[in-house]
């Protein structure tokens, strides 16, 4: 059994539920790999192999030791979870979609960490929001997007498929870490020959709801504007 856990849901962030609902350290019982973004949707968040990495509004990454640090939105998984070793080039992020056609994955979450040097790496990250929250779209606007070419690193992200948009952003949503640790991010474009690592196809998918958060239980989901919602804030660009 592999196991994909998620806190909240894409469709609170659109309704401006923003605020801190999981500590780190609660995630951290669920993996050792993921991604999500800090209270106040205050940047980008990237775990890797249990450590913590926060990339401020500004770019600068930085290591997160306190397992205190809250997370509106985020998804995890054990590294250890069963996987396929898996090689392919993709010039750019639509072309991840390759990994998931080949092997008929549309109805299926999957993951993957995959190492590569980058000709070309595009990310953005959002300064943090205070109440009363602006919406993802105001925020769309403001957000910075950083560019670094020849950079070597590993991209960690997850595949979720139409049926669940709303509750996440359908398609691939993967963060980026640079080895050095210095350059990272919510994956915009890329530009990669060859990426290796490991694809995992979860049989399980984990839905953990901030159930005493209030503002949570008081948001509205506008059904109708939620897809245009989600792509225009969540989507790639190439
Ligand atoms: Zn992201």
Partial sequence: MSTVYQHSTLAALMGKVLGGSATLAELKEHGDTGIGTFDGLDGEMIM??????????????????DMAKTVPFATVHHASDSSEKVKFSAGNMKEMVS???DRELE???????LQGSFAYMKVRSAPKSERPYPSLSEITKTQREFEETNISGTLIGYYSPELYQGTVAAGWHVHFLSD?????G??????????????TIFDNYELHLPIDNKEFREHHVDMDGLKEGVAAAEGSQD
């Fill in 48 to 65: 890797a192999n249990g450590e913590v990495y926060y990339m401020d509004g500004e770019g600068t990454i930085h290591h997160v030791t």
């Fill in 99 to 101: 990994l998931i056609d």
């Fill in 107 to 113: 109805n299926t979450f999957s993951g993957v960490i």
């Fill in 180 to 184: 050095d640790r210095t350059f990272g």
């Fill in 186 to 199: 919510h994956v915009l474009g890329f530009d990669a020959d060859k990426l290796e690592g490991d694809l």
